[in-house]
């Protein structure tokens, strides 16, 4: 079955350095989304991408973000002058049509640990 | 804005038994609900989705229900497992996906 694949699974980051988390999507998805998950809290949505532009962003997605979709497979989060409360699982996700009335698909995230 | 609360951050059920996990939203009566499992350190796994007009869903061993009026839905496992042991996340979905915190289900053999 096709699947998300996210890399790296595990990032530790000084306080104050950028970090980029890469995602494939599955291939003819055309809707990607990135998810954030604080250890023993819940999944937030942080921003969906479809044609080349951010369709939706959440108030935690503020100028400390940044996501692009550089080729026609990968799709970054980048997350500039990083903070220890950013530590988090970050989830990338796809799907074939908009997220809500769609099955979409999880990436089994990255691990990013700000020290 | 939209809350989402499901039922006990845990629920343990004897094995063989349904397993019935709650999910109350406090606003709107968004287009869908979806239904995802999630394992420790692993990403959601879609499950079921249910529109705004349809009472029940059906697959396989799951059941899911949508009552717009009470602002709920309800999550069934029949003739559980131990393999269903995992957290379930409920989801509303309309413009954005906004999860619930998740009920941790553990089934004891």
């Known amino acids: 079955e096709p699947e998300v694949t996210q890399t790296p699974s595990h990032q530790v980051t000084q306080m104050g350095q950028e970090v980029i988390l890469r995602c494939v999507p599955i291939?003819?998805?055309?809707?990607f989304y990135w998810y954030r998950q604080i250890l023993g809290q819940k999944v937030e949505f942080l921003v969906s991408f479809y044609n080349n532009e951010i369709s939706e962003k959440s108030e935690i997605f503020d100028d400390q973000f940044s996501v692009e979709r550089p080729d026609g497979s990968n799709f970054t989060l980048k997350i500039r002058s990083t903070k220890l409360e950013d530590s988090a699982m970050y989830f990338c996700?796809?799907?074939?049509?908009?997220?809500?009335?769609?099955?979409?698909?999880f990436g089994e995230g990255s691990w990013l640990t700000v020290v | 804005s939209q809350k989402i609360e499901q039922n006990s951050e845990a629920l343990n059920i004897q094995e063989g038994k349904t397993a019935t996990l709650t999910c109350n939203y406090t606003n709107y009566s968004p287009a869908y609900l979806q239904w995802y499992r999630q394992d420790p350190g692993r990403g959601p796994v879609f499950l079921l989705l249910i529109r705004e007009n349809e009472k029940e869903k059906r697959k396989e061993r799951l059941k899911v229900t949508f009552d717009t009026t009470l602002k709920q839905s309800l999550f069934h496992i029949t003739a559980s497992q131990p393999a269903d042991s995992a957290t379930y996340l409920c989801?509303?979905?309309?413009?954005?996906?906004?999860f619930g915190k998740g009920t941790r289900l553990h089934i004891l053999p």
């Open positions: 996700a796809s799907s074939w049509a908009q997220s809500s009335g769609n099955t979409i698909y």
């Open positions: 989801a509303l979905a309309d413009d954005k996906i906004i």
């Open positions: 291939s003819n998805h055309l809707y």
